[in-house]
């Protein structure tokens, strides 16, 4: 393989070599099982120390493989083997921690070796999935055996399960063979009405996607309705404390009634405020005790609940004992535990309103399925047809659909009847229609813009694309970059800390107190603490000379309290998830889909070079025949048959090339003529076709050969025909000519089986390609960004060559096997720098260099010196097919206008739209993205280290002020909510326009 560049010339020989451990904490026998998958609705959490809490719990357990918790979508996804670890099991040990654990979805995962073998038939339908249905008519255990024989029965069906209490059934069938309305008319006509249920009504069957979005709107209300709770306690208290105790002279008349003794010597107000703020902390405090007691002795951690329950309880009790042993007298703060708890509850009310607009595009996605479809039941009116409204649930593989103008496609399928035009800026993001008609494949969630059509349904439910897509944008969504990984680490150390720096700075201000060393306006200060009494005499200095002994361990307490309620480990576990998500909801709006998520956007923002495929990425990938070639004296005696073998092999495969050779043998000879018989045939990548013919004396006579009879036909690439030994008979003036023009040939060889004779090349094609019109504007914009572009073909030299020249690709990798392609992009990531700074140490023996041909430039390479980077960042641009090992080994992989299943499974990182320009937006948004993610690192992490050290109380000798228990608290949720913000103006940017 030969890299040519007008910098250098490389040489690329070594092997690939891997191997993956096993996880420690699953056993030998364990390896044999196959894993299961369940996700799993995880309410409760709030900050990343509870995402942590439930990964490390969860994660120790035997049996479990692998658990990624998202705190936006309040989802956990768990690989485990059931034997070992059982679904109930994990929601029992989640619940445990103090959440709220429900099942979504479960599933069993093919062995990695048939991964790809389950896909393709899940897409096709031919994996059994299960259905539920309510079933009416059942009264006792005879009519449960006896609907379970008669489903066992049904032809596709592989089990049934029949509950008689819930008067429900699941059946497992292979849609292909059964459909959901098949079976419940079957057991309707046995006299069992049966209604299939939609996922969301089925536990078992539920859409992960649907119920995230249910579960997030329940937690929404849940805030809301705590919050709205709080203010029965927080309005009363605020009257009392606020109003009638602070802001009323104390002339009011309401103020003597509220001042006045009525129990000993505790007044009305003091009074007042002990029973609000008691039933608030025994009826709201108990969220946060249980929380925070689970957090504690089950999951061996803290959480932000256990600073909050730390907080309220201080300031609850340490008025208690202020006013008890006072009696009366001393100083009372119990609106500081209420306040606090209020505004907590709006912070977390005001986070699950973001929450919901941040993962937005979830939502809009899983909105685009209809709910509904209208089938057509051919002639069910004296030849009429009959037209049925049913769930989109319910459609069948095969089922004849009716789409009228403006309704949405309900699953993916293809046009039978009628023309149309629709709307698939679900896909690409282009709301300009496309036109449709007998024959064109449609996806389910597109808006038919025009006429009425009926289509036949070939993808139905979690098979179809729209389906597929809501998986990848929610995978995306709940990956985690590495830079989140610092966050987690700080998050598990935070909550411990943050209670020693509190009881530090406790006792630090009760030394201050004790030596007298405590300002009177430093206590006045603390009016929303509670302190807003009338304070004893002071000295010349300022210090109190008489106060009551009990106000410096207020004091103290209140400072302590400060820095409990003000730290936030929220707006660290927030900053990276928020951005992310709405970064990846951008994208999915603008037709890309970002399947590596978090991981897949970091490494976008950091990419060094981007290499090209050449075929059907930087050129539009429909080729054409230009020319072609056959000896003229053979050519009346082979050339019928030649041809009607060329199509017939060329037809079994995918390739753009292939297809072109068979559109130009059709439309320029007479082919059809001649019946052609392949005996065997095999695709070889990167190589071509292969097929054993029968040869026909005639032409065995053509060819020179006596005594042959069969004979290898090869069509493919011109180095695989000398491979072999073939003779060429194209003369060299034409295949100079093909050359020279940039044309991609295709040669045409026989390679006789059984005899020793040399094959021959007997015909040749010549094929080009037109180039993207926005390739050469791509090529110029990643150069301005500093990015190095290189092309790597398959195709040969020259070829590949006039392409990069006319787009101004300066390093051109050619006659590149599918398979070493992943070598020349592990090859570019370890070489770490730029082609200008290459020198021979750095490729191995045999492995050549051309010489820089500037003498400016390698003038000024000596000037700088060495310019060595660790590792390059490599992405590599394919069709997501071909160059599935290049897309693997590449720091990002990203297909380009492919929404087929083979390139979701590909590559991390997928262009919806047919169009190159999509590269640079997915590149220019992720390195907008992570550069508001460290934004908000940096936001979190100064807030924590700025506001702490103000709560403790460090600003009072220079000011005179510090920050009562209830500000902290106000900012502790307003850093969260900043952080919020900074994420949800993400959605500002606009897709940058080009020439």
């Known amino acids: 393989m030969s890299l040519n560049s007008d910098k250098q010339t ?124 309510n079933v009416e008519g059942m009264t006792c255990g005879s009519c449960v055996a006896t609907i379970t024989s008669l489903l066992n029965d049904l032809p596709g069906v592989e089990a049934a399960d029949v509950q008689l209490l819930t008067a429900q059934a699941m059946v497992k069938h292979i849609p292909r063979e059964i459909g959901v309305r098949e079976i419940a008319d079957a057991l309707t006509d046995a006299g069992y009405p049966a209604t299939p249920l939609d996922g969301a009504d089925s536990s078992s069957a539920a859409d992960p996607s649907t119920m995230a979005l249910r579960n997030l709107e329940k937690h929404r209300r849940q805030a809301m309705l705590r919050f709205l709770w709080s203010l029965v306690f927080a309005i009363p208290m605020l009257i009392i404390s606020m109003i009638i105790d602070m802001a009323l002279p104390s002339s009011n008349p309401v103020a003597k009634a509220f001042h006045r003794k009525v129990f000993q010597k505790y007044s009305v107000s003091v009074i007042c405020t002990f029973f609000i703020a008691t039933a608030t902390q025994f009826t709201l405090g108990l969220f946060f005790y249980k929380h925070a007691y689970k957090s ?72 685009m399925q209809p709910d509904d479809a209208l089938l057509v039941k051919p002639g069910a009116k004296d030849g009429a047809d009959d037209f049925a409204t049913i769930s989109s649930r319910q459609i069948q593989l095969g089922d004849l659909l009716q789409v009228n103008n403006g309704m949405r496609v309900p699953c993916d399928g293809v046009i039978v009847r009628g023309n149309t035009e629709i709307d698939e800026s679900l896909l690409t993001g282009e709301s300009l229609p496309v036109a449709k008609g007998e024959g064109s494949a449609v996806t389910g969630g597109t808006l038919n813009l025009s006429q009425s059509v009926r289509m036949r349904a070939t993808a139905i439910n979690e098979s179809s694309t729209l389906a597929r897509i809501v998986k990848l944008v929610r995978d995306a ?79 103290a307490l209140l400072n302590a309290i400060s820095v409990l309620v003000i730290a936030c480990p929220c707006a660290l576990g927030l900053a990276a998830p928020t951005a992310i998500m709405v970064g990846t909801g951008l994208a999915a709006r603008m037709g890309i889909l970002v399947k590596g998520g978090g991981a897949t956007m970091e490494a976008a923002s950091k990419i060094d070079i981007v290499a090209f495929d050449k075929t059907g990425t930087l050129t539009i990938g429909k080729p054409a025949v230009s020319d072609h070639f056959i000896e003229q004296s053979r ?73 042959v009879t069969t004979a290898h036909l090869l069509v493919g690439k011109e180095a695989w025909a000398k491979e072999e030994g073939c003779l060429m008979d194209v003369p060299m003036d034409i295949r100079a000519q093909w050359t020279s023009s940039g044309y991609t040939s295709v040669a045409v060889a026989l390679v006789p089986i059984g005899r020793s004779m040399r094959g021959k090349v007997v015909a040749a094609f010549a094929l080009s390609d037109q180039v993207r019109p926005e390739s050469r504007e791509v090529v110029r914009q990643l150069k301005r960004r500093g990015i190095e572009v290189w092309m ?170 510090g920050l009562p228990p209830v500000i902290a608290g106000l900012l502790m949720i ?22």
Request: charged letters at 15%.
């Open 792 to 961: 790597i073909s398959g195709d040969q030299q020259a070829a590949a060559n006039a392409i990069a020249a006319q787009l101004g690709i300066d390093h051109v990798m050619a006659g590149v096997l599918p398979d070493q392609k992943s070598e020349t992009i592990r090859t570019l990531q370890r070489r770490g720098k730029s082609a200008d700074d290459a020198s021979e140490t750095d490729f191995k023996e045999g492995q050549s260099v051309k010489p820089t041909s500037s003498v400016a430039a390698r003038l000024f390479g000596r000037l700088r010196g060495p310019q060595k980077r660790p590792f390059a960042k490599v992405a590599m641009v394919g069709d997501g097919i071909n160059d599935a090992p290049a897309l693997a080994q590449a720091d990002i992989g990203i297909a380009v206008g492919s929404g087929t299943a083979a390139a979701m499974e590909t590559a991390p990182a997928l262009l919806m739209r047919p169009t190159l320009l999509s590269l640079l937006t997915l590149l220019d948004l992720s390195r907008i993205v992570f550069r508001r993610v460290k934004l908000n690192f940096v936001w979190a992490s100064m807030y924590n280290v700025v506001c702490i050290p103000i709560a403790a109380g460090i600003l009072y000798p220079a000011i005179n002020r």
């Open 296 to 367: 504690l002795v089950r999951a061996k951690t803290a959480n932000m609940d256990v600073l909050i329950a730390l907080g309220t309880t201080a300031a609850y009790a340490g008025s208690i004992i202020s006013v008890a042993l006072q009696q009366g007298a001393g100083e009372q703060f119990f609106e500081t535990a209420v306040f606090l708890m209020t505004f907590v509850f709006l912070g977390r009310w005001l986070e699950a309103i973001a929450k919901g607009r941040t993962v937005g595009a979830v939502e809009a996605l899983v909105k």
């Open 477 to 555: 969504q709940s990956s985690k970059p590495q830079i989140q990984e610092v966050a987690d680490r700080v998050a598990n150390r935070f909550v411990p800390l943050v209670v020693l720096a509190s009881v530090l700075v406790f006792f630090v201000w009760l030394i201050i107190g004790a030596t007298g060393n405590i300002k009177a306006d430093w206590l006045a200060s603390k009016l929303m603490g509670g302190l807003g009494g009338k304070l004893s005499h002071t000295d010349s200095m300022g210090h109190m000379d008489d106060a009551p002994p009990m106000k410096y361990p207020i004091f």
């Open 10 to 133: 490389i040489d690329f020989r070594y092997s690939i070599s891997s191997s993956t451990a096993a996880p420690d904490s699953v056993d030998h026998h364990a390896e044999t099982q196959p894993e299961t998958e369940t996700v799993l609705s995880v309410t409760g959490m709030t900050c990343a120390s509870c995402v942590n809490s439930i990964e490390g719990h969860i994660g120790s357990f035997d049996g479990a493989v692998s658990i990624s918790v998202d705190l936006m979508t309040a989802q956990a996804t768990v690989r485990h083997y059931t034997h070992a670890l059982p679904v109930a099991d994990l929601c029992t040990a989640i619940e445990d921690m103090g959440y709220d654990a429900a099942v979504l979805s479960t599933k069993t995962l093919a062995p990695v070796s048939d991964a790809t073998k389950a896909d393709a038939k899940a897409i096709l339908g031919e994996s059994a999935v299960e259905s539920w249905f």
């Open 974 to 995: 307003a850093s969260s909510l900043t952080v919020m913000m900074s994420s949800l103006s993400l959605k500002l940017f606009r897709e940058p326009k080009y020439n």
């Open 635 to 707: 050519a009346e005696a082979i050339s019928g048959w030649l041809y009607a073998h060329i199509v017939e092999i060329e037809s079994l495969s995918s390739h753009p090339l292939a297809a072109a050779i068979c559109a130009y043998i059709r439309e320029h000879t007479q082919s059809g003529s001649v019946r052609a018989q392949l005996l065997e045939h095999q695709e070889l990548p990167g190589r071509g076709m292969q097929a054993t013919v029968e040869l026909p004396a005639e032409i065995a006579h053509a060819l020179g050969w006596t005594g």
